[in-house]
């Protein structure tokens, strides 16, 4: 029997739809093995959720979205999609914010993160809303899409986007020196139990992608992965299952990032496969 595979958006705010319409774009480059077919659902209840082999957090605003989650009691299956099942979790801006596991520019208590990133993000770094724009952005990783060794650029929509300002030590369970930071909230620690923690492996954080000219900040953490220096500022990363951006996608007419997380998406479950 061949069962689809579910990819859910999840749909309490913001640009859902839009990424639903990318995705089901660019499945059809995406090929599956034993006539398997891609699903893509919006995800607003637990048992939705629970259907799904990836997830999407859009764009937004991610206060509300938590708030809403919260209500829903979706926070809790979120963090366990996420940190436990460690299933593919792609964030956009708002979605990224949920996604990391220290956001400052918040203030305490006001909300609530689901985490899965090391790093910490600044909230609206790139200012309010008249402050949004659009620019060219090189992608290292869609690289190897253009076989031809083209390297096309990807328009990167910007607003009130936040930033990735620091790549947090690899840790199992909370980022506790980051709790003591004043307007700073973190994700709570959830790890899974049993055998699975015991298969569980710490993946480091990737920087995936930069938008140069802007650097302020992250001098020193580029300088320890290696990176040139004049790097700019951090604006997609990737840790293991987990993947965000900063800017948005889903408001382009361009599905190479769909297709790249959806091949992602398809790997990860190829690979738990084979070491269930
Ligand atoms: N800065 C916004 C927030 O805090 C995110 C903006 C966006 O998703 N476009 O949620």
Redesign the pocket.
Known sequence: MTTDIAVGVLALQ?AFYEHVKLLRQAATEVALKNGQRWEFVEVRTTQELERCEGLIIP?????TVSLVAARSNMLEPLRNFVKVHRKSTWG????L?LLAESANRTKKGGQDLIGGLDVRVN??YFGRQTESFETPLALPFLNSRNGDGRNDTFNGIF????VVEKLLPVVQGEQTGEGALDETVIAPAKEAEGERAKKQVLRPVEVMATLPGRSRTLRGEVAALGMADEVGDIVAVKQGNVFGTSF?PELTEDARIHVWWLEQVRDLLDNQDQHR
């Open positions: 913001g764009g937004g605003e991610s206060t956009t801006c708002a979605g914010i909230r609206n607003i009130r986007a936040p948005h």
